[in-house]
């Protein structure tokens, strides 16, 4: 049974984001704003919209991303976010016999479960059953690509959200390495974008994990 390790890469995104939102932003202040070149009142700017939660003008930059090795379960919880696009990879065309399966601490029962649930999705697409009955039978352990497209905006609400210790590990580390790819783009945002509890407290209530933040991990 083949293992794969998630990647994340960015494919494109809107060059210098920071001085495309500070333009936006003035233009609610001025009939014909000026193009802002002072890069400490850029920064300045882009923080106080961020906290002050004046965050339209984040949605006119953008980043499109590549996010491989992920599981079927994942995707299930990232495709929650509405305000994203996605084009994942699919059972219902792909043959996935020979798909990977993301690396996780199995024990040998799980680990049997899941090769003989490919074993019977093999041998069905052998016998001719359609690969979209076929699925069925595949554990959410399986891996798909996705191609994910989001405006800073919505890249910040998704990772003040999915970085918290309440998602699975999976969900985190895909985070951290979305953050990663955030913060190389656009880090005059995304220096302040963070869990709950980074941001400013934690709101979970009962369900809160109790930890301080450490500010060398999320």
């Known amino acids: 049974m083949n293992q794969v390790l998630t990647h994340v890469q960015k494919i494109w995104a ?9 333009f936006a932003a ?11 070149n002072e890069t400490a009142k850029i920064e300045a700017l882009i923080r106080f919209l961020y906290m002050a939660d004046h965050r ?4 006119h930059a953008s980043l499109c991303i590549y996010i491989t090795g992920v599981s079927r379960a994942f995707m299930s919880q990232i495709t ?9 990879s699919s059972q219902h065309y792909q043959n996935y016999s020979d798909y990977p399966i993301i690396t996780q601490q199995y024990t040998k029962q799980m680990t049997k479960s899941i090769e003989e649930a490919v074993r019977v999705y093999s041998a069905s697409i052998e ?20 191609v994910m497209t989001a405006n ?6 998704i990772l003040n959200q999915r970085l918290c210790k309440r998602n699975t590990i999976e969900t985190r580390e895909v985070a951290m390495s ?41």
């Open 127 to 146: 016998n001719g059953i359609p690969k979209d009955q076929a699925r069925m039978v595949l554990p959410e352990a399986m891996t798909v690509n996705m």
């Open 14 to 22: 809107t060059p210098k984001p920071a001085h495309i939102v500070a």
């Open 178 to 218: 979305i953050y990663s790819v955030c913060y190389e783009w656009f880090p005059e945002l995304f220096r302040w974008v963070g869990p709950q509890c980074v941001e400013d407290t934690c709101k979970q209530g009962k369900m809160s994990c109790g930890e301080p933040y450490a500010p060398t991990k999320f």
């Open 152 to 157: 800073a905006r919505e890249w910040a609400a």
């Open 56 to 59: 339209s003008p984040l949605e």
């Open 80 to 88: 929650r976010h509405r305000l994203a696009s996605y084009t994942c």
């Open 26 to 36: 003035k233009q609610t202040m001025a009939r014909l704003p000026e193009v802002e």
